[in-house]
């Protein structure tokens, strides 16, 4: 049986909103050490195919992952999803769902950023973002600041494209765990104390989300995550205990474009990890790629 001592479950490659390829992921989880990782772009899944076909006999173990963006009458989370077979018809629909709600959102920002504040790009500058698999907000606030609207990414983002009322659509996460399920895979609720943005939710809130989620298939949390606290890890492992949630961990690890160092998660050995982090690495042993 496979256990390894230090994992990271969520980081994101340039399928989404990462600046790294998967090749470059490959080669900064062995530097790191990292003996299993899984690629978690946003509402994509090609990362997998690109590291099953790169990896080498002694490569890190890899998993397949996606992260779902989220939204019902409750407010936003994050859903992932590990071990699912990428051909899978559902797993797909899903993801050419939420691809679609992101490309209407990005045409809606740059249309606003145009109308409200004059910022213009170039057509083949456009059609450049458009042809990514999943530009977003890092993508946008970039182009903000090569052509001087913003003098960092981050400005960009917090003063002019926040600021954008679009109301975008997104794949309910009811509609997301059942996906995964379909597909052979396991949903789990990624940052959880983080929905969207920077709001928390904790306490009894959390709970009601957590119940209600695990209603719908919910199998795990992300208990352990690059931003929780000591007390929001503490807070989420006992919420894992409650409702016998699976339990991962993950850094959110963006390359450049986020401030997390690969393999930050909080998890010292996996290997020695609670009991639900044990059971997640048990439900995945078949779909480990080692």
């Known amino acids: 049986m496979f256990f390894p001592e230090i994992i990271d479950l969520h980081m994101h490659s340039k ?3 990462g600046t790294d390829t998967p090749e470059e992921i490959l080669d900064r989880v062995k530097e790191a050490g990292i003996e299993l990782f899984s690629i978690t ?6 990362a997998g195919p690109v590291i099953q076909e790169i990896r080498r006999k002694g490569d890190p173990a890899f998993i397949t992952g996606v992260e779902f963006s989220c939204r019902d009458e409750y407010g936003k989370c994050h859903v992932l999803g590990y071990g699912y077979d990428p051909g899978a018809e559902e797993i797909q629909r899903l993801v050419h769902k939420a691809h679609t709600f992101r490309m209407d959102k990005v045409l809606a920002r740059l249309d606003f950023l145009k109308k409200d504040f004059g910022f213009v790009f170039p057509r083949e500058v456009i059609d450049k973002l458009l042809s990514l698999n999943n530009p977003g907000k890092p993508h946008i606030g970039n182009l903000m600041v090569r052509f001087g609207y913003a003098e960092s990414k981050d400005a960009a983002i917090s003063n002019y494209v926040n600021k954008c009322t679009y109301k975008a659509g997104y794949v309910d996460p009811a509609e997301a765990i059942r996906g995964i399920l379909l597909s052979g895979g396991i949903p ?4 959880p104390a983080f929905g969207s943005g920077d709001s928390m939710l904790v306490g009894e809130e959390m709970d009601i989300r ?3 989620l695990k209603g719908f298939g919910l199998m795990g949390v992300e208990a352990y995550y690059s931003r929780h606290t000591r007390a929001l890890r503490e807070e989420m492992l006992a919420f894992a205990e409650k409702y016998d949630f699976l339990i991962t961990a993950g850094s959110d690890y963006h390359g450049g474009n986020k401030k997390v160092r690969l393999g930050d998660t909080g998890c010292a050995d996996a290997s020695r990890g609670p009991g639900g982090l044990l059971k997640f690495m048990e439900a995945v042993q078949d779909r480990i790629l080692l």
């Open 15 to 17: 399928f989404s909103d």
């Open 41 to 46: 772009d946003h509402d994509s899944v090609k």
């Open 188 to 191: 789990v609720l990624a940052h």
């Open 210 to 212: 957590l119940s209600r």
